[in-house]
């Protein structure tokens, strides 16, 4: 019976030993997947903001060397990346586009297919009246440049009076029927 228990236990032994071989192989393997996800993370966004770069100068360029008539207004200089020159509400302003009675903020986004994308630029309207107080006497347009666009989003922003500005082949066009003053 002695013997029966102490095989019983070796062999008891042995599967916990193997079983706990076989939880560190496990944990092993989820360290390296873990890694592997970290990288293909930093790819993934590598990739997107290269994309999101790539859609910024497209729209910069088109803005800044050919269309810069909107909205029945002449522009006369496009900005791009502004940023406010004092203490105010945080915020960044991909594109905006100048003249002496008028401010069209744009966000450019490569895709752009989110719910509150609206909200957002709603907001930008009121971010760059509180951050450049010297231009509060002029009208502000908002606008959206994008690569791509989807249906509900779109309708969202024309719903707001915000105006869409999309790539046609190799030039913009630029829907602004329902554009509004904000």
């Known amino acids: ?3 029966e228990s102490n ?3 070796a062999a008891v032994e042995a599967i916990l030993a193997n079983f706990s071989l076989k939880m560190q192989e ?3 393997s989820q360290d390296r997947t873990d890694k592997q996800i970290k990288q293909l993370g930093k790819q993934i ?3 997107s903001n290269s994309n999101g770069d790539m859609a910024e ?4 360029n088109a803005l800044y060397h050919g269309q810069r008539k909107m909205f029945g207004e002449k522009f006369d200089d496009v900005v791009r990346d502004a940023r406010a020159p004092f203490k105010g509400f945080e915020d960044q302003y991909d594109m905006l586009m100048i003249n002496g009675c ?3 903020i744009v966000e450019v986004k490569y ?4 719910e509150d994308l609206a909200r957002k630029i709603l907001r930008k309207a009121q971010t760059f009246r509180a951050n450049f107080p010297q231009h509060s006497g002029k009208k502000i347009y908002l606008a959206v440049a994008v690569m791509s666009i989807h249906p ?5 922003c024309i719903d707001n009076g915000i105006s869409i500005i999309k790539q046609t082949g190799d030039t913009i066009t630029i829907y602004d029927q329902n554009l509004k003053i904000f």
């Open 1 to 3: 019976m002695y013997n």
């Open 7 to 9: 095989n019983r236990l």
């Open 26 to 28: 496990l944990r092993e």
């Open 45 to 47: 966004g590598g990739v």
């Open 57 to 60: 100068e497209y729209f910069f």
């Open 102 to 104: 008028a401010i069209c």
């Open 111 to 114: 895709k752009a297919d989110s």
């Open 152 to 156: 509900l989003t779109e309708q969202a």
